[in-house]
C-alpha cells in the first residue's frame, strides 16, 4: 500500500491535475465494481475538498470505505490484478488472487524474484519449470498455483499445465472445466484450443489435466509432449507445470526433464531430507536443472 501510494506521489510528471484525477479514478473504479454508491462518492468527494484529504482516506473516516476497497482500486489503477473475498472465482487456497499484501503472497514474490534471477532469465529455453516433490501433500499444486498468480500479476504471459496425470488439483483450484487437456492433447486428440483463460486474472491461463488416462507415464513419455513445450514456450513468457508425487510414479522425472528444470518443494515437518536429496540427484541425471527448493510452511 505505502509503495503504490509514493509511486502515486512521485511518479514521472505527477503534478495536481494528474494527482486529482487520480484520486476521481479510484472512486469511479470503486463504482464501476459494486463498491460504492455514487452518493456516497458525493459525501466523499465533499469530505475530501474540505478537509484537504485523499479519496480513499476520507472514504474510510466517513465510515464508507474500508482499506481493503482502497487497495483493490489501487491494485487496479496500476493493473494489478487480484480477486476480492467472496468474489466468484477462484478456490480460497489460492491466496496470490485473494490476499495479496497477506505474508504468504509476499514470500511467494520473494521466490518469484528467486526464479526470474536463477532460472526466468529471458533466455531461450529458460520458460518452463516443473513444480515437483517427494510425497502426496507437500503443496506442490498449492505453490505452482500461486506462483502462477504471482507471475501473471507481473504481467508476464503465465501459463499453467497440470501434468499430474494421476490425481489432478489444477481444475478444481481454478474452477475450470477439466473434459479437455493436457491428456487430450498428448493423444491427438486435442489442441491449443484446450488452454484457457482464468477470469478475472488477465494474462494467466491454464491447461488442465484433462480426463484421467489408462498410461499417464506413457502419454508424457510421447514425443508430442516436447514439441507441445515448444509451441507453448513461443507464445508464452512463464510455463509452470504441476506434477505428481514422486513416490507416487516417475512422472515428475519426466516431466522435469522435458521442461530442463524443477523445482522442489519440501512441506516443514513432513518432508524427509534423504528422500529429497534422491529426487534433486534423479532429476539431475535426467538433465534437468534443479533451480532450488521452497520450503511450504502454509
Sequence with gaps: MSTISQAMKTG???????????????????????????????KILRAQKEKGLRFGEAGVRLG????????????????????????????????????????????LRALRSQLMLRWFTGEPGHKALAVVGT???EGRSYVAANLAVVFSQLDERTLLIDADLRNPRQHSLFRLENRTGLSAWLSGRAGSEAIQAVPGLPGLSVLTAGAVPPNPQELLGRAQFPALLEQICADH??????????DTAADAQMVGARARAALLVARKDHSRLPVLQALSAALSDSGAAVVGAVMNAF
Excluded: C, N, W
Design 12 to 42: 514521472p510528471g505527477a503534478d495536481a491535475v494528474s494527482e486529482a484525477a487520480r484520486e476521481r479514478m479510484v472512486g469511479a473504479i470503486l463504482i464501476d465494481a459494486g463498491k460504492l454508491r455514487p452518493e456516497d462518492a458525493e
Design 64 to 107: 464508507l470505505l474500508k482499506q481493503a476497497d482502497i487497495d483493490f482500486a489501487l491494485s487496479r489503477q496500476f493493473g494489478y490484478s487480484y480477486l476480492q473475498p467472496g468474489e466468484r472465482g477462484v478456490a480460497q487456497e489460492l491466496v496470490a488472487a485473494y490476499q495479496p499484501f497477506s505474508h504468504a503472497v509476499e514470500e
Design 135 to 137: 510425497e502426496r501433500g
Design 237 to 246: 513468457d512463464v510455463v509452470l507445470l504441476d506434477t505428481p508425487a514422486m
